[in-house]
C-alpha cells in the first residue's frame, strides 16, 4: 500500500509545484544554455532547459569534511544516505546533504570520484571523476535535461547528463563516464554493515538548514516541475521508486512495489541474456544487484517518470503471480 500524504504535506506539495512553475517560467525567459556552450549537442537544444539557479547557484563540494559516525548527531537512524565503498573505505553522502548541493567532489587514496545526486529525478549515482587519464571535479551547471541534472566538468566545461552517464556538449562529448556501484539506503542500515565508515559532516563551509528538505511534498505529488520527453505510463505513481539496470543496451526498470507483492528478498532475473542477482531489503527501502561472479553492479535507483522519460522501451519487472 502507498504512503498517503497528510494535509500538511499535500500543503507543502502545492506550495512546492507553484514554486517549480514559477522557476519554470524564469527558466523559459532566461535561455537554455546558462553560459555554456550547446554547439555541439546530441540533445535537442530547445530540450535542455534552464533550472533556475545559475552556473554553481547550487554549489557542489569539493574536498568535504568527513567524520566519524559518533560526530554525525544531525543524522536520524532513518535517514537517507547513498553508501560508497572503495579500496576497503566506506564513506556516507546524506541525502539531507546532497538536497542542497547535488554533488559532492571526494577522493579515496588516488581514486577521484563524485556522488551525484539529482531531487527532481530521486537518482543517485556515483561516478569515476579520472577522465582521459586526468582527475577532475564537478560542477552544477543549472541545466536540466529530462528533468534531470546535468553536470559539467571544471577541466573543459562539457556538460554531462547524470542518468545517460554521458557527455551531452562541449570539448568531451560523446564520451561515457563509470558508474560506480553505491548503496541508497537507511543511515541505520549502513551504519550496520559499515561501522567503521566515514559520513559527510554538516560543516559545509556553506550556510544551510540541512534538517530541512527544500523538496517537501514533492515525492507525494503527481507533478513535476518540468517536462519530459516521455510520459510514463500511469500503472505506477510517478515518483514510484524504482531500480534501473542496464544490459548492452537494453533496459529494464524494477519497481519497489512490485518487488513488496514478490515477497522475497533474494532472487535472480536475466536481462538480454546475462543472468543478475538481486537483494531485496524491504525494511530499508533499498536493493543491491550483483553478476554471475558476485561483483556489484551499478544501477540507477530513483522516480519512475525520470527512469522512463530516458528509456520508454524499457521492460517492467512483474512480481510473479501467488
Not at 14 to 42: H, M, Q, R, T, W
Not at 66 to 72: D, R, S
Not at 130 to 135: E, F, P, V
Not at 166 to 181: D, E, F, M, W
Request: some cysteine.
Amino acid at each position: 500500500m502507498r504512503f498517503i500524504p497528510s494535509k500538511k504535506t499535500r500543503i507543502l506539495a502545492l506550495i512546492g509545484l507553484l514554486a517549480g512553475i514559477l522557476v519554470y517560467k524564469f527558466a523559459a525567459s532566461a535561455g537554455p544554455s546558462n553560459g555554456f556552450d550547446l554547439s555541439n549537442s546530441i540533445l535537442p537544444r530547445d530540450q535542455i532547459l534552464h533550472g533556475g539557479p545559475p552556473r554553481d547557484g547550487i554549489p557542489a563540494l569539493s574536498n568535504p569534511k568527513l567524520i566519524k559516525p559518533q560526530a554525525a548527531e544531525y543524522l536520524e537512524a532513518a535517514d537517507r544516505v547513498v553508501g560508497v565503498t572503495l579500496k576497503g573505505q566506506a564513506r556516507a553522502y546524506p541525502i539531507a546533504i546532497l538536497n542542497w548541493h547535488e554533488i559532492v567532489n571526494d577522493r579515496i587514496g588516488d581514486q577521484r570520484f563524485a556522488v551525484t545526486y539529482c531531487p527532481l529525478c530521486g537518482t543517485a549515482v556515483a561516478f569515476d571523476a579520472t577522465i582521459d587519464g586526468k582527475a577532475t571535479d564537478f560542477g552544477v551547471s543549472g541545466l536540466l535535461y529530462n528533468s534531470d541534472v546535468l553536470l559539467y566538468d571544471r577541466d573543459t566545461e562539457s556538460l554531462w547528463s547524470q542518468i545517460l552517464n554521458q557527455s551531452i556538449a562541449g570539448q568531451r562529448v560523446g564520451k561515457k563516464l563509470t558508474a560506480i556501484p553505491i548503496s541508497h539506503t537507511t543511515w541505520r542500515d549502513w551504519l550496520d554493515k559499515h561501522p567503521d565508515t566515514l559520513v559527510l559532516s554538516d560543516d559545509t563551509g556553506y550556510s544551510r538548514d540541512y534538517r530541512r528538505d527544500p523538496y517537501a511534498g514533492y515525492e507525494e505529488s503527481r507533478h513535476t516541475y518540468f517536462a519530459v520527453n516521455n510520459q510514463a505510463p500511469e500503472n505506477y505513481h510517478p515518483k514510484e521508486i524504482v531500480v534501473g539496470l542496464a544490459s548492452g543496451g537494453v533496459y529494464k526498470a524494477y519497481p519497489f512495489i512490485e518487488l513488496d507483492k514478490q515477497g522475497k528478498s533474494r532472487f535472480s532475473d536475466t536481462l538480454n541474456g546475462t543472468r543478475f542477482n538481486f537483494d531485496w531489503d524491504s525494511a530499508n527501502r533499498s536493493i543491491s544487484i550483483t553478476d554471475a561472479a558476485g561483483n556489484l553492479v551499478a544501477g540507477i535507483q530513483g522516480f519512475w517518470f525520470a527512469w522512463f522519460a530516458f528509456h520508454p522501451d524499457t521492460q517492467v519487472f512483474k512480481a510473479a503471480a501467488s
